[in-house]
């Protein structure tokens, strides 16, 4: 038996039992509604505050989910988390290092004391989780444990251990008795399936104060590339590559659904809008004469009615004594005369071509989602035509992306610990992610080139 299925844009489908699919449009004018789309906002956030018990929140997002957004359209797709993912391991390189800076130079050093503070607190995970939230979120939050007993003597031992806090769960957030409304702790939870009306659900962080760090037991260090015109949270780089993310990974869903299902639409039926309502006028005189109540249902449920029976004689239209008999008529609109009737059109099956046409959407996607996200096609393991580019290209890429791409980056995802670092022990020591020097083959010598060395 045939099925019929209102699509979004008002319009019907019909499933055949025979496997064939029939597209049904009702023509004329305002035959179908479309729905009204939002344009996002970036400069009002925090008018729209989230009441938590006495605090307010500031949003991230108009409707506080821009890490939502970018979490749910970047991981299903097959290649934005892999770039996402590749510009943290070309950040963190060779790992993290000490170093100083002497004279523009910068000089790595051992340093005892700072390592062992360091490595105490599995500094290298919490700088991998620095990288990820700033490659996705362009902030860094990080708690910053205070000794006991340092508040009463600020010696070499005021500061215990830092610890990475997602920025997918932390908001700014200021007391409803703030009338300056300016940002003073950190709330962090899940804000997507927890009650923000219950604290109990939510953590409160005053935020790292570096005119007096050692103020609070916890506080919360932030570390973020501004926005231009935006005050509380940066837009990051990869909430404009979203609308591409998404059309990049609609493709593999389009030619599953193909292959799976064998959908093929075969015919296109138009009826005319004058039809259906010469049909209402019948179906509320029926109700009328019968003391009923005229329900616009009662039209849906006749059209689909109409549209199965229309589906199961055309699923086997070249069976011999089936036909379909339609009358047109001519209505003057205006100066033009316009043709009214049903009109059944067979659609020509050219399913390479879709699949064709599907394919170089994908790749012209991929390119587009590549270039969004800031990373060359080479370093990404994706030349811009789907293949591997040449080593020296990739060499290339390297160096320009590691002196022009990552210094920024390694200043904001190591703030936290350099800043502690110098308020702890008083030193111009940093933490820095150590360059790995590559060469290409001609610089290299015979002995010591790829295509010379054992296996």
């Excluded at 479309?34 to 925090?46: L, S």
């Excluded at 009441?51 to 506080?64: E, M, Q, S, V």
């Excluded at 039809?275 to 005189?285: S, T």
Aim: neutral net charge; charged residues 25%; hydrophobic residues 35%.
């Amino acid at each position: 038996m045939s099925s019929i299925t209102r699509l979004d844009d008002g319009n019907f489908v019909g499933s055949a039992p025979d496997s064939s699919v029939h597209y049904f449009e009702i023509a004329g004018r305002n035959a179908n509604n479309d729905t009204a789309t939002v344009k996002d906002t970036f400069h009002n956030w925090g008018e729209k505050a989230i009441d938590l018990a006495d605090w307010k929140i500031i949003p991230n997002g108009t409707n506080n989910d821009i890490p939502k957004q970018i979490q749910e359209t970047t991981l299903p797709n097959s290649l934005a988390p892999r770039i996402q993912n590749r510009k943290v391991e070309l950040l963190l390189d060779q790992g993290p290092y000490l170093y100083q800076t002497e004279k523009g130079v910068d000089t790595p050093v051992d340093d005892t004391v700072i390592m062992e503070w360091l490595e105490s607190m599995d500094y290298r995970e919490q700088l991998t989780c620095n990288a990820v939230d700033y490659y996705y979120s362009s902030a860094v939050y990080t708690k910053v444990f205070r000794e006991l007993g340092a508040r009463v003597s600020a010696n070499s031992g005021s500061f215990a251990l830092l610890e990475n806090v997602s920025s997918f769960d932390a908001r700014k957030a200021y007391r409803k008795s703030n009338s300056k409304k300016i940002p003073t702790h950190v709330i962090v939870g899940d804000w997507y399936s927890s009650n923000t009306s219950d604290k109990k659900d939510f953590s409160v962080y005053p935020i790292f104060d570096p005119l007096d760090p050692l103020k609070y037991p916890v506080s919360v260090h932030i570390a973020s590339f501004k926005t231009y015109g935006m005050k509380d949270y940066p837009l990051p780089e990869i909430y404009g590559a979203l609308p591409w993310i998404k059309r990049n990974t609609t493709i593999p869903e389009i030619l599953k659904s193909l292959t799976d299902n064998s959908l093929n639409i075969k015919w296109h039926i138009t009826s005319p809008t004058s039809y259906w309502d010469a049909q209402r006028k019948i179906l509320q005189e029926k109700a009328k004469n019968n003391k009923e109540v005229y329900d616009e249902k009662m039209l849906t449920d006749l059209r689909q009615e109409t549209l199965r029976k229309l589906t199961d004689l055309l699923s086997g239209v070249e069976n011999v004594g089936k036909f379909w008999h339609n009358e047109e008529t001519m209505k003057i609109v205006g100066a033009s005369a316009h043709k009214e009737g049903w009109d059944i059109k067979p659609i020509e099956q050219k399913v390479k071509d879709y699949v064709k046409a599907q394919l170089e959407i994908a790749l012209a996607s991929s390119k587009f989602v590549i270039a969004s996200l800031g990373l060359h096609s080479a370093l990404a393991n994706v030349g811009a035509d789907g293949k591997s580019d040449p080593g020296s290209e990739q060499i290339y890429a390297y160096k320009i992306h590691q002196s022009t791409s990552t210094p920024l980056a390694e200043y904001y995802v190591t703030k936290a610990f350099n800043d502690v670092i110098k308020l702890k022990f008083g030193k111009s020591i940093k933490v820095g992610f150590k360059r790995a020097k590559i060469d290409t083959e001609a610089e290299t010598t015979p002995s010591r080139r790829l295509k010379n060395q054992e296996a």
